[in-house]
Nanobody, 126 residues
Framework: QVQLVESGGGSVQTGGSLTLTCTIS????????MAWFRQALGKEREAVAR????????DYANSVKGRFTIYRDNAKNTLYLQMNSLKPEDTAVYYC????????????????????WGQGTQVTVS
C-alpha cells in the first residue's frame, strides 16, 4: 500500500524558514503528480503549491508566491516545500497529496483530484 509521510513541521518566528518533506513508499513516486495543501484551524483546506511528475512545472497559491518553493527528488522518492519569510497566517497543518499521472490545469489545486494524502504536519508561526 502506497503511503505518504510528512515531516519538518514545527514552530518558528515570523520571518523564519522551514522545509517540509514528504516521502512516498514504493517505487511509484515519479509517476505521481504532487501537491501541498494546508488547513488552518476553523478554515477549509487550501492548495499551497503543486508540481508535475518530472518537477519541471510548478504553481503556487498567490498567498505564498515568492516565499515558498516546491520541488522534488524522484531518486529519493521525496517531495519538499521550502518555506521562507513565514507569516502568522501561514500557521496550519500542512498535507502532501499525490495522484497517479498528469493533472489538468483546472484540477491541480482541487483537493478532490488527489487520491493519496499524508497525515499532516503542524506549522506554527508566531
Amino acid at each position: 500500500q502506497v503511503q505518504l509521510v510528512e515531516s519538518g513541521g514545527g514552530s518558528v518566528q515570523t520571518g523564519g524558514s522551514l522545509t517540509l518533506t514528504c516521502t512516498i513508499s514504493g517505487n511509484t513516486f515519479s509517476t505521481h503528480s504532487m501537491a501541498w495543501f494546508r488547513q488552518a484551524l476553523g478554515k477549509e483546506r487550501e492548495a499551497v503549491a503543486r508540481i508535475n511528475q518530472g518537477g519541471g512545472f510548478t504553481d503556487y497559491a498567490n498567498s505564498v508566491k515568492g516565499r515558498f518553493t516546491i520541488y522534488r527528488d524522484n531518486a529519493k522518492n521525496t517531495l519538499y516545500l521550502q518555506m521562507n519569510s513565514l507569516k502568522p497566517e501561514d500557521t496550519a497543518v500542512y498535507y502532501c497529496a499525490a495522484v497517479l499521472g498528469q493533472v489538468r490545469n483546472d484540477q491541480y489545486f482541487d483537493a478532490s483530484t488527489y487520491r493519496l494524502w499524508g497525515q499532516g504536519t503542524q506549522v506554527t508561526v508566531s
